[in-house]
DNA sequence: ACGGGCTTGTGAAAGGGTGCACAAAGTGGG
DNA sequence: CCCACTTTGTGCACCCTTTCACAAGCCCGT
């Protein structure tokens, strides 16, 4: 490395430090409703669940606003890492495939506090067109890029089936949608610069499945695990 | 360092693998239903959107079920995969907080083809107590203690408001319960050797309005994206 | 039987993330 | 005004992960 690098990239903040900020504010607000000005890293640290040093070193990219002996202030700190997330502005969603999870997530109606409206429920049945769902009236898939486009859509929600999954991501492509999240078990393929994360149920069962069969594996005393047998 | 460490551990599969390997899982059991016989790395690690240097390299983690100048047996790979994350036994698992979501994954059927069979719902609202959910009863969540032991369960399900989740939490740690999947928005606390993963809707929404709003802050030409405003 | 052509398995290098430990910097009491 | 105490910000060493690049190995046509 070069012993001269002034700034080391425009805001350049690490994506596992990106993942944990969420965590972090969240925390923070829970503070601010309980009413307490500041925190140390220590006690925002454990809220969090995470190591100290690591919650300083991820606050210190957004800046310095700590206060040496004293910790962060509560309510600055929550109004930078908002900032920084881009929740000052609204981000308007439109969430596609209006099953049992679809609805779910549309009555889910705190999303992390605010920064998010959902704009619009589409879906591909007709019978399930021009019901309401959480305030909102279903809107037909067709109308997706006319959706989109009109209502400033940034973020879709992806819902399908998987094999629907694709075309969604595509059209929501097309039309100018640059984040994406998919709960449909589907790798999605989006050209570059298009942003998207997966949530995965069945992924993460299988994880805990890998675990626990580990566990119970090395465990000569089964404690209160269940039918385990040899292969 | 001590120069000396003659096996790194017993099966020691590094998380990063453990994490790709239900993905590989899937597509391999695409290929399996279209009847491929065998696929190479790079056809794989394309339908798994990942490198082929890093499937080959997590694949080997298993051992070496490759033929050179061929590829991977399909059906052999997915005996193996399916082996190492456990899937060859049923796993039972409880579903706590029978509200939208917890419907919604009561209902989504086939959990990542099978090893997972749904054992229990609970709740702690009488209203939900005994209407049934998915052909299963809903029960309360009093019997959750005396439904893990007699059912054997061994993963659970958190799906309740955020300031019941650490209760049951708990509740299902002291009743053997050594796997977590956790859907509230707190950081759960449990005891080592508890296993907790967490999925947050409002995490990743957040992590995608951070990106949005960088490519938005980035870009001269604002594509078809819309309503930016400076703060 | 042998050589050309693929594809795997893996050393080695590079990159990113984590956590320790401590200097720097602020507070408050005497 | 100074000193003891607290807490931040960060240099550094370690570890995990990713990626490249290539030798080793296998198949098939001749």
Redesign the interface.
């Known amino acids: 490395m070069t012993s001269r690098t002034p700034r080391p990239r425009e805001?350049g903040i690490p994506e596992a430090t990106?993942?944990r900020?969420?965590?972090y504010?969240?925390?923070l607000q829970a503070l601010q409703e309980r009413g307490t000005p500041t925190v140390s890293s220590e006690a925002l640290a454990e809220?969090?669940?995470v190591n100290s040093a690591k919650l300083r070193k991820d606050l210190s990219h957004l800046g310095s606003y700590g206060t040496r002996g004293v910790g962060y202030e509560v309510e600055h700190l929550v109004h930078q890492i908002s900032?920084?997330?881009?929740?000052?502005?609204d981000?308007?969603?439109a969430i596609v495939g209006i099953?049992?999870?679809g609805?779910?997530?549309a009555?889910?109606g705190?999303?992390?506090t605010r920064?998010?409206r959902i704009e619009a429920l589409l879906d591909a049945d007709p019978a399930m067109v021009g019901q309401r769902v959480a305030s909102l009236e279903v809107g037909h898939i067709d109308s997706l890029e006319e959706v989109?486009?009109s209502r400033?859509?940034?973020?879709g929600v992806i819902t399908t089936p998987a094999e629907a999954a694709q075309a969604v991501a595509t059209r929501f492509v097309e039309?100018?949608v640059?984040?994406?999240?998919n709960f449909a078990?589907v790798?999605l393929?989006v050209p570059d610069?298009v942003?998207v994360?997966k949530?995965?149920?069945?992924?993460?069962?299988?994880?805990?499945?890998?675990?626990?069969?580990?566990?119970a594996a090395g465990d000569g005393q089964v404690?209160?695990?269940?039918?385990?047998?040899l292969?």
């Open positions: 805001r990106v993942a900020l969420p965590v504010l969240r925390a809220a969090a669940g900032r920084e997330l881009g929740l000052t502005q981000w308007a969603v099953g049992n999870l609805r779910a997530l009555n889910y705190g999303f992390g920064g998010f989109v486009g400033g859509v940034s973020i039309a100018g640059g984040s994406i999240l078990p790798v393929n610069g942003d994360r949530v995965d149920l069945s992924i993460e069962l299988q994880i805990l499945a890998f675990h626990a069969q580990r566990r404690a209160a695990a269940p039918g385990l047998e292969t």
